[in-house]
């Protein structure tokens, strides 16, 4: 069954530096996403993007973060410079598209911020 | 009911027994809902989803209810097995939006 994979599953960073997570859609999706969860709560949308531009962002989706599709596959979710409180559980999704509004998400990948 | 924090709603339930998880909803221009599950250390996995021009959809050993009126879901598991065991979220958008609400969560936990 096709998935979305995550990479890294755990990434430990410490304050100010810049991350970045990678996602792999599932190949014939159109629409991406990241959501994020902090440990014990909601899940909670970060951003979506669709045809190669950001659809919509939510008010956590601040200007130390951003998103990038750099190839036909991959893509990507870049802090620019880590707080404590971005410590989450980041999960992205894809779904097929218009019509299809079920999302499929990945694994996640788990920050730890120092 | 509520949850603060770490402290998840919890349901415990016989092996074989049917559970029944709540879900409340707040936004009145959704009209797109779905049932995610999820393991521990995995990503939210899609059950079952219902549009609001119905009340009820089967699935295989899950369905899902919804009361427009009063702004609830719920989501029924027929014969619950070890599998079963997981936090249980509902989501809700208004249809083709490009965001999910997720609501807080229950715990499920099946006792063998």
């Known amino acids: 069954e096709p998935e979305v994979t995550q990479t890294p599953s755990h990434q430990v960073t410490q304050m100010g530096q810049e991350v970045i997570l990678r996602c792999v859609p599932i190949?014939?999706?159109?629409?991406f996403y990241w959501y994020r969860q902090i440990l014990g709560q909601k899940v909670e949308f970060l951003v979506s993007f669709y045809n190669n531009e950001i659809s919509e962002k939510s008010e956590i989706f601040d200007d130390q973060f951003s998103v990038e599709r750099p190839d036909g596959s991959n893509f990507t979710l870049k802090i620019r410079s880590t707080k404590l409180e971005d410590s989450a559980m980041y999960f992205c999704?894809?779904?097929?598209?218009?019509?299809?509004?079920?999302?499929?998400f990945g694994a996640g990948s788990r920050l730890t911020v120092l | 009911g509520e949850s603060v924090g770490l402290h998840l709603p919890t349901l415990s339930v016989q092996e074989g027994d049917n559970s029944i998880i709540n879900c409340a909803y707040s936004?009145?221009?959704?009209?797109?809902f779905i049932w995610y599950k999820q393991e521990s250390g995995k990503g939210p996995q899609f059950i079952i989803d219902?549009?609001?021009?119905?009340d009820k959809r089967q699935g295989q050993r899950v369905t899902v209810l919804l009361n427009k009126t009063v702004k609830h879901l719920s989501l029924q598991i027929a014969a619950t097995q070890p599998g079963d065991s997981a936090v249980y979220f509902c989501?809700?958008?208004?249809?083709?939006?490009?965001?999910?609400?997720f609501g807080k969560g229950n715990q499920v936990v099946v006792i063998p």
């Open positions: 936004n009145s221009a959704s009209d797109y």
């Open positions: 999704a894809s779904r097929l598209g218009a019509g299809a509004n079920v999302l499929t």
């Open positions: 989501a809700e958008t208004p249809w083709g939006n490009n965001r999910l609400a």
């Open positions: 219902i549009r609001s021009n119905m």
């Open positions: 190949s014939n999706h159109l629409y």
